[in-house]
């Protein structure tokens, strides 16, 4: 047997009352509920940050939340897969990833330093942005490539779904993150909406360009220098190795 925690309950109070560093890991909907039992019961202190893929609304409640109890700093750490529960679990989860931290003008110095090296000692890199601009990022490289790989899965399960048989590894690939947890990203995309329509205009205006382009003559080198630009920007990406699951 493999140990995942050396305590567990149920009863919050219990988990947070001696903790110095109290981290939300729920879906975003039901973090405000849970600040309001820890800001009763947590001790004096203690720093308070979370994994919420949300940053702009969630930050500015649980600001308020906490503020004048105990210091909070936002934090979105970008790992994980398409897979849930507790089978899914990996020691090396955070090794070779970007944890974004977001303080706001409330957040404590101290408290934000706390946080980050909170995340770089268990492998992540720490970049800093405001919740607003953690938003606009993450809905054009997490949110929005979701909605997309899941239209492109119902594409063809209403238009072809005997292709579904043919698939290989580009497919999948392209459609992995489609698998997700539907309640948590229908959260997700709800509470980062107006980012998430702006990455989906603009995919759609450049989608546009190339449709053009096809339908005025598909050998036309504009086809060609889109790919290359794009497997040039895809190439000089430094991505963490896929997890094996």
């Known amino acids: 047997a493999i140990a995942i925690a050396s305590y567990a309950a149920t009863d919050v109070a219990r988990v947070v009352r001696d903790a110095e560093l109290i981290v939300l890991c729920t879906p975003v909907g039901a973090m405000p509920a849970l600040a309001c039992e820890i800001a009763e019961a947590a001790r004096p202190g203690a ?17 308020a939340i906490f503020r004048g109890r105990m210091p909070f700093v936002g934090s979105h750490p970008m790992a994980g897969s398409d897979q849930t ?13 970007v944890c974004i931290v977001t303080p706001d003008a409330e957040s404590e110095a101290a408290a934000t ?23 606009e990022a993450v809905a054009m490289i997490s949110h929005f490539p979701h909605l997309l790989a899941a239209t492109l899965v119902n594409v063809v399960g209403e238009g072809n779904p005997a292709a579904f048989g043919l698939c290989g590894p580009g497919f999948r690939d392209a459609t992995r993150v489609s698998a997700g947890a539907p309640e948590m990203w229908a959260e997700i995309l709800a ?6 329509r702006a990455a989906l205009d603009a995919t ?10 096809l339908a005025r003559d598909p050998s036309d080198p504009a086809i060609r220098e889109f790919l290359t630009q794009a497997k040039t920007r895809r190439d000089a990406l430094r991505l963490p190795p896929l997890p094996n699951v």
């Open 85 to 97: 529960g507790l089978r899914a679990a990996r020691a090396d989860l955070f090794r070779g990833t």
């Open 204 to 213: 759609i205006a450049k989608l546009g360009e190339i449709g053009n382009i």
């Open 191 to 196: 509470a980062n909406a107006p980012a998430v």
């Open 113 to 135: 330093a706390t946080v980050s090296a909170f995340w770089e000692s268990l492998g992540c890199t720490v970049r800093q942005l405001t919740p607003a601009a953690h938003d």
């Open 47 to 63: 720093i308070v940050t979370d994994v919420g893929s949300v940053k702009g609304a969630l930050v500015a409640e649980l600001g």
